[in-house]
Protein backbone atom coordinates (compact mmCIF):
# COMPACT_ATOMS: atom_id res chain seq x y z
CA UNK A 1 0.00 0.00 0.00
CA UNK A 2 1.26 3.60 -0.68
CA UNK A 3 0.24 6.46 0.65
CA UNK A 4 0.35 9.86 -1.25
CA UNK A 5 3.34 12.50 -0.12
CA UNK A 6 2.28 15.50 0.04
CA UNK A 7 3.49 17.66 -2.70
CA UNK A 8 5.37 19.80 -0.55
CA UNK A 9 7.38 17.37 1.50
CA UNK A 10 7.74 15.14 -1.95
CA UNK A 11 9.65 18.25 -3.15
CA UNK A 12 11.60 18.71 -0.61
CA UNK A 13 13.10 15.40 -0.75
CA UNK A 14 13.87 15.09 -4.01
CA UNK A 15 15.67 18.47 -3.99
CA UNK A 16 16.66 17.46 -0.58
CA UNK A 17 17.09 21.32 0.27
CA UNK A 18 18.84 19.79 4.13
CA UNK A 19 20.60 23.24 4.95
CA UNK A 20 21.75 24.34 8.15
CA UNK A 21 24.13 20.88 9.44
CA UNK A 22 27.43 21.88 9.32
CA UNK A 23 29.02 19.20 12.13
CA UNK A 24 31.83 17.58 10.73
CA UNK A 25 29.90 13.49 10.95
CA UNK A 26 28.31 11.23 12.66
CA UNK A 27 30.43 10.33 15.61
CA UNK A 28 33.18 13.48 15.86
CA UNK A 29 30.95 16.12 17.78
CA UNK A 30 32.16 20.04 18.08
CA UNK A 31 34.85 20.52 20.07
CA UNK A 32 32.32 21.93 22.71
CA UNK A 33 30.72 18.98 22.57
CA UNK A 34 33.05 16.25 22.95
CA UNK A 35 33.79 17.78 26.33
CA UNK A 36 30.63 16.14 27.32
CA UNK A 37 30.44 12.55 27.89
CA UNK A 38 27.44 10.36 26.98
CA UNK A 39 27.25 7.31 26.36
CA UNK A 40 24.87 3.64 25.87
CA UNK A 41 23.55 3.34 29.18
CA UNK A 42 22.95 5.23 32.58
CA UNK A 43 22.80 8.57 33.32
CA UNK A 44 24.97 9.38 30.00
CA UNK A 45 22.53 6.88 28.02
CA UNK A 46 20.54 7.99 25.10
CA UNK A 47 17.08 8.91 27.76
CA UNK A 48 18.92 11.54 28.84
CA UNK A 49 21.50 12.55 26.12
CA UNK A 50 19.14 16.28 26.09
CA UNK A 51 19.87 16.80 29.39
CA UNK A 52 23.71 16.51 29.21
CA UNK A 53 24.02 19.90 27.50
CA UNK A 54 22.31 23.09 26.04
CA UNK A 55 23.96 21.44 22.69
CA UNK A 56 22.27 18.31 22.88
CA UNK A 57 18.79 19.69 22.90
CA UNK A 58 17.94 18.02 19.71
CA UNK A 59 18.36 14.50 21.41
CA UNK A 60 15.09 15.26 23.28
CA UNK A 61 13.60 18.32 21.27
CA UNK A 62 14.01 17.28 17.78
CA UNK A 63 11.11 15.95 15.67
CA UNK A 64 13.18 14.63 12.86
CA UNK A 65 15.35 12.52 14.67
CA UNK A 66 17.34 9.13 13.99
CA UNK A 67 16.99 6.28 13.75
CA UNK A 68 13.33 4.93 12.48
CA UNK A 69 11.76 1.55 11.70
CA UNK A 70 11.08 1.87 8.04
CA UNK A 71 8.07 0.02 7.46
CA UNK A 72 8.89 -0.57 3.27
CA UNK A 73 4.86 -1.19 2.81
CA UNK A 74 4.66 2.56 3.49
CA UNK A 75 7.13 4.11 0.99
CA UNK A 76 6.39 5.45 -1.98
CA UNK A 77 8.81 4.15 -4.94
CA UNK A 78 10.40 5.81 -7.52
CA UNK A 79 12.46 4.66 -10.22
CA UNK A 80 14.44 7.57 -10.89
CA UNK A 81 18.33 8.04 -11.54
CA UNK A 82 18.39 10.09 -8.34
CA UNK A 83 21.61 8.54 -6.71
CA UNK A 84 24.62 7.19 -7.57
CA UNK A 85 27.78 6.33 -5.53
CA UNK A 86 31.26 6.37 -6.57
CA UNK A 87 33.77 4.83 -4.09
CA UNK A 88 37.71 4.69 -4.36
CA UNK A 89 40.06 2.80 -2.48
CA UNK A 90 42.04 4.26 0.41
CA UNK A 91 44.21 3.78 2.65
CA UNK A 92 43.30 2.13 5.79
CA UNK A 93 43.47 5.31 8.53
CA UNK A 94 41.34 3.95 11.65
CA UNK A 95 40.65 5.06 15.36
CA UNK A 96 39.23 3.22 17.93
CA UNK A 97 37.65 5.87 19.40
CA UNK A 98 35.99 4.15 22.31
CA UNK A 99 32.50 3.63 21.35
CA UNK A 100 33.45 2.16 17.98
CA UNK A 101 35.69 1.66 15.28
CA UNK A 102 35.52 4.77 12.01
CA UNK A 103 37.82 4.25 9.02
CA UNK A 104 38.63 7.89 8.02
CA UNK A 105 38.75 7.72 4.57
CA UNK A 106 41.14 9.89 2.25
CA UNK A 107 38.37 12.80 -0.56
CA UNK A 108 38.02 11.55 -3.58
CA UNK A 109 34.87 9.28 -3.31
CA UNK A 110 31.04 10.88 -3.38
CA UNK A 111 27.68 9.92 -3.38
CA UNK A 112 25.45 11.97 -5.91
CA UNK A 113 21.85 13.02 -4.72
CA UNK A 114 20.17 14.74 -7.04
CA UNK A 115 22.17 17.69 -8.19
CA UNK A 116 24.45 17.38 -4.52
CA UNK A 117 27.75 15.87 -4.60
CA UNK A 118 28.35 14.47 -1.03
CA UNK A 119 31.98 13.40 -0.28
CA UNK A 120 32.97 10.49 2.18
CA UNK A 121 34.25 11.49 5.05
CA UNK A 122 34.34 8.04 7.03
CA UNK A 123 32.65 4.97 8.31
CA UNK A 124 31.75 3.08 11.38
CA UNK A 125 30.03 0.88 12.91
CA UNK A 126 27.05 -0.07 15.32
CA UNK A 127 25.92 -3.17 16.92
CA UNK A 128 23.10 -3.95 16.86
CA UNK A 129 21.39 -2.11 14.09
CA UNK A 130 19.84 1.31 14.78
CA UNK A 131 17.60 0.99 11.45
CA UNK A 132 15.39 -1.64 11.69
CA UNK A 133 13.44 -2.52 8.33
CA UNK A 134 10.02 -3.72 8.74
CA UNK A 135 10.35 -4.13 12.57
CA UNK A 136 13.73 -6.38 12.08
CA UNK A 137 16.97 -5.86 13.84
CA UNK A 138 20.08 -6.73 11.88
CA UNK A 139 22.86 -7.77 13.97
CA UNK A 140 25.03 -4.79 12.52
CA UNK A 141 24.72 -1.54 10.83
CA UNK A 142 27.51 0.24 9.07
CA UNK A 143 27.29 3.99 8.44
CA UNK A 144 28.96 5.88 6.07
CA UNK A 145 29.25 9.23 6.25
CA UNK A 146 29.52 12.15 3.77
CA UNK A 147 29.60 15.93 3.40
CA UNK A 148 28.74 18.33 0.65
CA UNK A 149 30.84 21.37 0.61
CA UNK A 150 28.22 23.35 1.90
CA UNK A 151 28.35 21.12 4.82
CA UNK A 152 24.90 19.07 4.58
CA UNK A 153 25.15 15.76 5.67
CA UNK A 154 23.94 12.54 3.98
CA UNK A 155 24.92 9.21 5.44
CA UNK A 156 24.44 5.62 3.64
CA UNK A 157 23.63 2.77 6.19
CA UNK A 158 23.98 -0.66 5.18
CA UNK A 159 22.69 -3.60 7.76
CA UNK A 160 24.88 -6.52 8.32
CA UNK A 161 23.54 -9.76 8.91
CA UNK A 162 24.99 -13.81 10.33
CA UNK A 163 26.33 -15.20 7.36
CA UNK A 164 29.25 -15.78 5.11
CA UNK A 165 33.26 -14.56 6.26
CA UNK A 166 33.10 -11.26 4.99
CA UNK A 167 37.40 -10.50 4.16
CA UNK A 168 37.14 -6.74 3.61
CA UNK A 169 35.55 -6.34 6.99
CA UNK A 170 38.50 -8.53 8.62
CA UNK A 171 40.60 -6.46 6.79
CA UNK A 172 39.64 -3.18 9.51
CA UNK A 173 39.02 -5.64 12.57
CA UNK A 174 42.69 -7.07 11.88
CA UNK A 175 43.96 -3.62 12.19
CA UNK A 176 41.67 -2.39 15.20
CA UNK A 177 43.64 -0.30 17.56
CA UNK A 178 43.96 -1.83 21.05
CA UNK A 179 43.99 1.13 22.55
CA UNK A 180 41.07 4.42 21.90
CA UNK A 181 42.46 7.38 20.47
CA UNK A 182 44.82 8.39 18.35
CA UNK A 183 44.45 7.60 14.35
CA UNK A 184 46.29 4.47 12.96
CA UNK A 185 47.58 5.02 9.52
CA UNK A 186 48.37 1.71 7.66
CA UNK A 187 49.10 3.27 4.55
CA UNK A 188 50.49 -0.16 2.47
CA UNK A 189 46.82 -1.92 3.02
CA UNK A 190 43.87 -0.60 1.17
CA UNK A 191 40.00 -0.18 1.83
CA UNK A 192 37.19 -0.42 -0.54
CA UNK A 193 34.09 1.02 1.19
CA UNK A 194 32.27 0.00 -2.50
CA UNK A 195 33.50 -3.58 -1.21
CA UNK A 196 30.35 -3.36 1.36
CA UNK A 197 27.30 -2.45 -1.18
CA UNK A 198 25.58 -5.36 -1.69
CA UNK A 199 24.92 -6.66 -5.20
CA UNK A 200 21.14 -5.22 -5.10
CA UNK A 201 20.77 -1.98 -3.91
CA UNK A 202 16.86 -0.50 -3.38
CA UNK A 203 17.32 2.70 -1.13
CA UNK A 204 15.15 3.56 1.56
CA UNK A 205 15.67 8.05 1.81
CA UNK A 206 14.43 9.64 4.12
CA UNK A 207 15.69 13.35 6.68
CA UNK A 208 16.82 12.27 9.87
CA UNK A 209 19.84 13.06 12.09
CA UNK A 210 22.77 12.45 13.55
CA UNK A 211 22.33 8.71 16.15
CA UNK A 212 24.73 10.24 18.57
CA UNK A 213 25.28 13.83 20.41
CA UNK A 214 24.54 16.20 19.29
CA UNK A 215 21.63 14.78 17.12
CA UNK A 216 22.32 17.17 14.43
CA UNK A 217 19.09 16.98 12.03
CA UNK A 218 18.72 18.07 8.12
CA UNK A 219 20.94 14.83 7.91
CA UNK A 220 20.14 12.70 4.11
CA UNK A 221 19.76 9.32 4.89
CA UNK A 222 19.91 6.81 2.66
CA UNK A 223 19.67 3.36 4.36
CA UNK A 224 20.04 -0.01 1.39
CA UNK A 225 17.15 -2.78 1.65
CA UNK A 226 19.82 -5.91 1.19
CA UNK A 227 22.03 -6.42 4.30
CA UNK A 228 25.02 -7.93 3.72
CA UNK A 229 27.27 -10.64 5.79
CA UNK A 230 29.46 -11.41 7.99
CA UNK A 231 30.34 -14.52 10.10
CA UNK A 232 29.37 -14.93 13.91
CA UNK A 233 32.76 -14.46 14.67
CA UNK A 234 33.43 -11.21 13.20
CA UNK A 235 30.32 -9.95 14.45
CA UNK A 236 31.47 -11.18 18.43
CA UNK A 237 34.72 -9.52 17.89
CA UNK A 238 33.12 -6.46 17.39
CA UNK A 239 30.65 -6.86 20.03
CA UNK A 240 33.26 -7.96 22.92
CA UNK A 241 35.68 -5.25 22.38
CA UNK A 242 32.71 -2.61 22.19
CA UNK A 243 29.77 -2.43 24.21
CA UNK A 244 26.16 -2.32 22.03
CA UNK A 245 26.25 1.32 20.72
CA UNK A 246 22.75 1.66 19.04
CA UNK A 247 20.26 4.54 19.99
CA UNK A 248 16.70 3.58 20.65
CA UNK A 249 14.08 4.05 18.03
CA UNK A 250 13.31 7.54 16.93
CA UNK A 251 9.43 8.85 16.36
CA UNK A 252 8.58 9.37 12.47
CA UNK A 253 5.79 11.85 13.00
CA UNK A 254 4.98 13.47 9.18
CA UNK A 255 8.48 11.89 7.84
CA UNK A 256 7.92 10.63 4.37
CA UNK A 257 10.26 8.01 3.36
CA UNK A 258 10.99 7.64 -0.07
CA UNK A 259 11.95 4.32 -2.13
CA UNK A 260 14.46 4.55 -4.50
CA UNK A 261 14.30 1.01 -7.16
ZN1 LIG B 1 26.55 5.95 13.07
Redesign the pocket.
Known sequence: MSNAVPRRQLLKLLGMSILGTSFSN??TSPARATSVSWGYIGKAGPEHWGELSPDFQLCQLGKQQTPIDLQITDVNAISQDLLSINYQPTALHLINNGK?IQVNYQAGSYLKYGQQNFELLQF???HFS?HRLNGKIYDM?L?L?HRSQNGDLA?M?VFLQTGNFNPTLQTIWDAIPQEPGVETRIEDINIDASQFLPTQQTFLVYSGS???PPCSENVLWCVIETPIEASRAQIDQFSQRFPP?ARPLQPLNNRVVLEII
Request: hydrophobic residues 40%; proline residues 0%.
Open positions: CVTHFHEEHVVALTTN
